[in-house]
């Protein structure tokens, strides 16, 4: 089982409409949690930091964390064609040395005008 | 501006030829790493460095070598590269404060494409 788990996509959603991304992970003790977004060549720029269970806003981008469940998904409202992107989960444990993340594989999100 | 610069941003070398890829970051960071990035296998750590002259080895650190004399510089040294070292490389930074909200975020430079033949 990998340590953080994502659905590659690609996720195809309409101009407008919300896109809904998961992502699992496997330390039951982790403490951080990170979206980034990154388009293709580009490096990977911070979207959320989620910490606590619930849901943080930041504008079009909510986050959402279950620890009991071991999941954390990001939702992006009135998606724009300027949000297609790959998005990678990041978790840091707190058995992790240092501020190490380990990164889910990314999910491919394609939103059509 | 708060940065990490990378350089060079390209290049390519021959198997055998010793490089160094430099990143020095502006924000007095104490944490430093380097990441790889494989289609297919995502982000890998190579190295980290949690301050000056504090390094340890990452995921895939085999082939890799870094140093860290000052605080803002972190330059990952490839002594003989191979084929399989062609990849897509960030260096990342973050203070060092694990866990604490909005305090611990990794900002990563713009990368540096590397192709060995």
């Known amino acids: 089982q990998k340590e953080v788990e994502q659905n590659s996509g690609p996720l195809s959603v309409p101009e407008g409409a919300i896109a809904s991304l998961n992502c699992t992970y496997s330390d039951r003790v982790s403490q951080s949690f990170f979206w980034y977004r990154q388009y293709s060549g580009k490096s990977p720029e911070l979207i959320m930091s989620?910490?606590?269970?619930g849901d943080k806003e930041d504008g079009r981008f909510t986050a959402q964390l279950n620890k009991a469940s071991q999941y954390v998904s990001l939702l992006i409202r009135d998606s724009q064609p300027s949000d297609s992107a790959t998005y990678l989960c990041a978790v840091k444990g707190i058995k992790a040395a240092g501020n190490k993340l380990t990164f889910g594989g990314g999910t491919r999100v394609l939103v059509k005008p | 501006e708060a940065q990490v610069t990378q350089n060079p941003r390209y290049l390519i070398t021959v198997t055998g030829k010793k490089l160094t890829v430099t990143c020095s970051q502006n924000m007095n960071h104490e944490y430093m790493s380097w990441y790889r990035q494989d289609p297919g296998l995502g982000l890998r750590q190579i190295y980290y460095s949690m301050n000056v002259e504090v390094t340890d080895k990452g995921d895939v650190p085999e082939g890799y070598k870094v140093s860290r004399k000052e605080k803002r510089n972190f330059p990952l040294i490839l002594e003989s590269p191979s084929p399989n070292q062609t990849s897509l490389y960030f260096c990342?930074?973050?203070?060092?404060?694990?866990?604490?909200?909005?305090?611990?975020?990794?900002?990563f430079g713009p990368g540096t494409r590397l192709t060995v033949l």
């Open positions: 989620i910490y606590s269970n």
């Open positions: 990342a930074s973050s203070l060092f404060l694990a866990g604490i909200e909005g305090i611990d975020t990794q900002y």
